[in-house]
């Protein structure tokens, strides 16, 4: 399965929440942490409800931690 | 290895193994004599019923050796995979069908067809549970 041409910063942000674990960010999403995981290696794009979700979690806007490349 | 992952793998396994026994038993009876009704529904109830009883035992035990996971509820992740793969098996099942249809041209035997049926049935529920384990494995 090829990687999606969206790109995120979880992991970046993930680290400058006190290193935040995939699943910390999984159980506040609603999602399981293979999920999470699958995101960040770009496996599988999150849906709109979800990034948006992520991003309340960091307090940041979405576009600062999901990145459209084409 | 996921509990997601491990439900779908057992599952995969039971399938192949209990259906695999079902259709070999009664396409040897075929082979030799004529498969009576009673005799049929007797191996295709035997075969489901096993199938529930492993089918529950597997997930018990799964449950037991992964607590915190197999609490969890499907995420937009799991069902999209689960609906990508039913797309895929209902494929599978589709030829199996029209094939079928097509093979009453050449021979009528109502359970010979009904165990044609099942079998396209259980290869797309096979096709099914691989392609789960495959976007599992290699993302949706």
Known sequence: MKNSLI??????FRFHKDEMTQQQLADKAGVTRQTIHHIETGKYSPSLELAFKIAKEFEAPL???F???L | MSFKEKSVLGSLILTVIVFSYYFIKV????ETSVLDIATGTFY???AVVLMVLLDIILHIVLTISNKHESNQINDERDTL???KATRISY???V???FSVGISLIFSYNPLFLVNLILLFFVIAEIVGFSMQLYFYRKGV
């Open chain 1, 67 to 69: 990145q459209y490349n």
């Open chain 2, 27 to 30: 396409f040897r009876i075929t």
């Open chain 2, 81 to 83: 995979i689960e609906l």
């Open chain 1, 7 to 12: 790109t995120n910063k979880i992991r970046y």
């Open chain 2, 95 to 97: 030829f199996g069908i």
């Open chain 2, 44 to 46: 295709f109830i035997g």
């Open chain 2, 91 to 93: 494929y599978v099942l």
């Open chain 1, 63 to 65: 576009e600062d931690i």
